[in-house]
């Protein structure tokens, strides 16, 4: 189905429009990660494309940060952006901008914090091992829905102190916002997971204890009042949906990438050592979330005439990938010793979960080492578009012990 395509505004001039879907395009479906970087080469370096209600697309590093760490001229509040002022809940911090989001971030960052994260270690890894003990007898599985999908979801569900059984029908409604075929159903599906937020606020409500809801309920905003009923939907929602299918995605091309290079999956199963430091080259060229800004007013930037109300598109999977910030970007350096890359974001919207999904990656990469010492990817792996890039499925293969 060919989606509308958005009117080219009177002051984008045409050298600057290039025909390309951040969300679906044909070329990222052909590898998400890679192919995105020939935009380096074939795109105007900032252009204007007419999916997507018609944005900017930013394909280098150096462009995106100086844009991501000016949030007052490129918002993140939906009252600037006509598209994400459609969805509800209003989600925090990220649809705020300073001050309101510092103070947000305040109440969040411990919650998140390298040493909260490093106290949830052993739960996570409980997880990890119990997810690969159930695979590891057939010799192989399908890593999406037997993996990929339920270990962040179990995450989340223990940091709310939430039952496992829930797991299901609260993907079931993460899909839909996430690849939803068409707006309504993403925002149906964002009104859903609310939903669910709502009625999991009113049991902690009752029933108070030290998980994340909890907290968010005792916190006040700059130390002087409770977060509104709003904004305890928009952060418990947040902080659901921010670490489930970016998670996901991350960890299932690393190990379409890990299956299909045996060589340099074998250094880590020799080396575990290398695990931890090879985790962020691994995830330098494996992010794949989509976000936004808009323009709070006219704006010169570079030479480009950027209007008050346009929305700009980061496709973050392609910084790590740029040149101008990397030598030899396409070169997997498991013992490179800074890989650069946005794939968590940058400036005060830099990803609040980014320890904890280290630790989730690092972690099971360490249990799959251990136990499944040479493995493959059976099959070709087509990727599904959308807020989060992602493998559709990912059939991975390995000899069953004894
Ligand atoms: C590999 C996994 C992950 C990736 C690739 C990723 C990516 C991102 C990106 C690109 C942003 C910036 C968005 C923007 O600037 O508008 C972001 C923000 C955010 N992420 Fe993550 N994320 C991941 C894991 C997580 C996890 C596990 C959580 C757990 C709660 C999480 C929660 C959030 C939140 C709450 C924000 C908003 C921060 C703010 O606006 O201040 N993310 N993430």
């Given at each position: 189905m060919q989606?509308?395509?958005?009117?080219?505004?009177?002051?984008?001039?045409?050298?600057?429009?290039?025909?390309?879907?951040?969300?679906?395009?044909?070329?990222?479906h052909r590898d998400p990660h890679?192919?995105?970087?020939?935009?380096?080469?074939?795109?105007?370096?900032?252009?204007?494309?007419?999916?997507?209600?018609?944005q900017w697309v930013v394909t280098h590093a150096a462009d995106a940060l100086e844009i991501l760490r000016d949030p007052e001229r490129f918002s993140s509040d939906p009252k600037n952006n006509w598209f994400n002022a459609q969805r509800k809940p209003r989600t925090v911090p990220n649809q705020y901008d300073p001050p309101e989001?510092?103070?947000?971030?305040?109440?969040?960052?411990?919650?998140?914090?390298?040493g909260a994260m490093a106290r949830?270690?052993?739960?996570?890894?409980?997880?990890?091992?119990?997810?690969?003990?159930?695979?590891?007898?057939k010799g192989g599985c399908e890593f999406i829905s037997e993996i990929g999908q339920r270990f962040p979801v179990y995450i989340f569900l223990k940091l709310v102190d939430t039952p496992r059984e829930l797991a299901?029908?609260?993907?079931?409604?993460?899909e839909k916002f996430v690849r939803g075929v068409d707006g309504a159903t993403k925002l149906q599906g964002l009104a859903e997971v609310g939903a669910y937020i709502v009625t999991a606020l009113e049991e902690r409500r009752r029933k108070p204890g030290t998980d994340l809801l909890s907290k968010l309920l005792e916190a006040k905003v700059d130390g002087e009042r409770p977060l509104t009923q709003g904004e305890l939907e928009g952060a418990g929602t947040l902080l659901f949906l921010g670490g489930l299918d970016t998670v996901t995605s991350t960890l299932s091309f690393i190990m379409n990438y890990l299956g299909q290079h045996p060589e340099q999956y074998a250094r880590l199963v020799n080396d575990p050592g290398l695990i931890g430091s090879g985790v962020e080259e691994l995830l330098r060229v494996h992010?794949?979330?989509?976000?936004?800004?808009?323009?709070?007013?006219?704006?010169?930037?570079?030479?480009?005439?950027?209007?008050?109300?346009?929305?700009?598109?980061?496709?973050?999977?392609?910084?790590?990938l740029d040149p101008e910030i990397i030598e030899n970007p396409f070169e997997i350096n498991l013992d490179r010793e800074i890989s650069p890359h946005l794939i968590f974001g940058a400036g005060p919207h830099r990803c609040l979960g980014s320890h904890l999904a280290r630790i989730e990656i690092r972690i099971f990469l360490e249990e799959w080492t251990r136990r499944i010492t040479q493995f493959r990817v059976e099959g070709d792996?087509?990727?599904?578009?959308?807020?989060?890039?992602?493998?559709?499925?990912l059939n991975l293969r390995w000899n069953a012990p004894g």
């Open positions: 989606a509308t395509l958005a009117p080219i505004p009177a002051h984008v001039p045409e050298h600057l429009v290039y025909d390309f879907d951040p969300t679906n395009d044909p070329l990222l890679i192919s995105a970087t020939a935009l380096h080469r074939i795109a105007p370096r900032l252009f204007y494309t007419r999916h997507n209600g018609g989001h510092t103070s947000f971030r305040k109440i969040l960052n411990p919650m998140f914090s390298p949830i270690a052993d739960d996570v890894r409980a997880m990890a091992v119990e997810l690969i003990e159930e695979v590891l007898p299901p029908d609260l993907l079931a409604r993460v992010g794949g979330a989509n976000f936004e800004r808009a323009a709070t007013q006219d704006i010169d930037f570079n030479g480009v005439k950027i209007a008050k109300g346009d929305r700009l598109n980061f496709i973050s999977q392609v910084y790590g792996v087509p990727t599904k578009g959308g807020i989060v890039w992602s493998p559709e499925y």
